[in-house]
């Protein structure tokens, strides 16, 4: 399944935190952009949050992945 990792950035501590992941779940690829997929998060994190200060990762989840996705402690920064 095709998902996206997202991550956002702290500026209080000069990093970018894993806050999430997206599962794709569109059937069109057309409508499968970058940019729809930063809108996403913007929803999510709120519309004030600058382009700089989110970013995403496109993977693959393998099966055992799958299912409810919570947000992660803090332990998991790149």
Known sequence: ???YKFYLRDAMK???D???VLPE???DPERITDE???NWGRKYFGKDTKDE?????ESVL???EKGFFLPLS???RI
């Open 1 to 3: 399944m095709l998902a």
């Open 14 to 16: 000069s990093c970018f």
């Open 18 to 20: 894993h806050v999430g």
């Open 25 to 27: 779940r569109r059937m």
């Open 36 to 38: 729809s997929i930063v």
């Open 53 to 57: 200060d989110i970013f995403f990762i």
């Open 62 to 64: 393998e099966d055992s």
């Open 74 to 76: 803090d332990q998991e």
